[in-house]
């Protein structure tokens, strides 16, 4: 299995995003900075957390020239209504089948029950330049990005 690490370049894919439009990560990559983001499910806790952090600081991202992406394995619907709940303006990809879930190799925690939570930062030429992996601090995720994003200006 392939694995996504530090200096790897982002592979294509095109998902279909909340709102049911496909979207190819080629229309970004080598174009902005990227902060692709897998998270286990829709509306639990740690993931509602992680999604309206990452949505608070959405002005942030966007002046570091960033996009952001979160990815799970959740329907087109169940990411449309996770959306508007929380008034998520960045995208969300339906991943059934979490085919680049393991395209990226991102592990599962809890005895492979839960699927992992791991944020990829992407530089403007695609090149990974920073891997965080935590399940339980959802909200750091959001931190270390902006760190690692301030860090590469």
Request: hydrophobic share 40%; net charge neutral.
């Amino acid at each position: 299995m392939n694995e996504i690490k530090i200096e790897s370049t982002i592979p294509s894919f095109i998902l279909p995003d909340q709102d049911g439009n496909l979207f190819d990560i080629n229309t970004v990559l080598g174009k902005k900075n990227l902060v692709i983001y897998f998270y286990p499910k829709d509306d639990s806790p740690g993931c509602t957390a992680q999604a309206c952090s990452f949505q608070d600081q959405f002005e942030v991202f966007r002046e570091a020239d960033a996009v952001i992406i979160g990815i799970s394995g959740q329907s087109v619907e169940s990411h449309k209504e996770f959306a508007l709940k929380h008034r998520l303006t960045f995208t969300l990809l339906s991943d059934e089948g979490n085919k680049i879930r393991k395209l990226f190799g991102v592990p599962t925690n809890l005895l492979g029950l839960l699927p992992g939570r791991v944020t990829y930062v992407a530089d403007k030429t695609g090149k990974v330049i920073y891997i965080f992996n935590s399940q339980m601090q959802a909200t750091r995720h959001v931190d270390e990005a902006l760190r690692i994003l301030k860090q590469t200006k």
